[in-house]
């Protein structure tokens, strides 16, 4: 594992992936840098003391592996609301609305007419059931159909 940590800035680098901004406890005040390869590396100080050589990582080096490790575990996502659900389905609805003007699916009135009402008509209420009862949590939302238009 090559390891560089500078406190200054609360940067962690592990193996060239750098996360900056971090906080941890412990580093001594006039600690430049930590530089590690594997099994041993060296602390770099400030104020013109000389480097340290080390074979054990200190405990405020874990400290920052630490912080780097929280910053490189992503977040589960949140599972939506049931008002998230809720709006979710009013927009699909509000997507498909078109399909319920009655020239669109009437051959006498339209040319081409939507040959497929009934599929939106089955999708629809599939998704009016959230919109009407929400839920909270993940949901497998129904697949619109694709249109089908027919000439006449």
């Given at each position: 594992?090559?390891l560089t940590?500078?406190?200054?800035?609360?940067?962690?680098?592990?193996?060239?992936?750098?996360?900056?901004?971090?906080?941890?406890?412990?580093?001594?005040?006039?600690?430049?840098?930590?530089?590690?390869?594997?099994?041993?590396?060296?602390?770099?100080?400030d104020g013109?003391?000389?480097?340290?050589?080390?074979?054990?990582?200190?405990?405020?080096?874990?400290?920052?592996?630490?912080?780097?490790?929280?910053?490189?575990?992503?977040?589960?996502?949140?599972?939506?609301?049931?008002?998230?659900?809720?709006?979710?389905?009013?927009?699909?609805?509000?997507?498909?609305?078109?399909?319920?003007?009655?020239?669109?699916?009437?051959?006498?009135?339209?040319?081409?007419?939507?040959?497929?009402?009934?599929?939106?008509?089955?999708?629809?209420?599939?998704?009016?059931?959230?919109?009407?009862?929400?839920?909270?949590?993940?949901?497998?939302w129904p697949?619109?159909?694709?249109?089908?238009?027919?000439?006449?």
């Amino acid at each position: 594992m090559k390891l560089t940590i500078i406190p200054s800035d609360g940067a962690v680098y592990e193996n060239d992936l750098c996360y900056s901004g971090l906080t941890w406890e412990g580093t001594p005040a006039d600690v430049h840098a930590l530089q590690w390869l594997d099994v041993a590396g060296w602390i770099e100080y400030d104020g013109g003391k000389s480097n340290e050589d080390i074979t054990v990582l200190p405990d405020w080096a874990n400290n920052a592996m630490a912080a780097w490790t929280a910053a490189n575990t992503p977040v589960p996502p949140t599972p939506p609301t049931a008002d998230d659900n809720k709006a979710t389905a009013v927009a699909l609805l509000q997507a498909t609305d078109w399909t319920q003007i009655p020239s669109v699916s009437d051959p006498s009135l339209s040319n081409p007419y939507l040959s497929n009402k009934l599929a939106f008509d089955q999708y629809r209420n599939e998704v009016r059931q959230v919109a009407v009862y929400p839920v909270a949590g993940d949901i497998v939302w129904p697949v619109a159909p694709q249109e089908s238009w027919v000439k006449v």
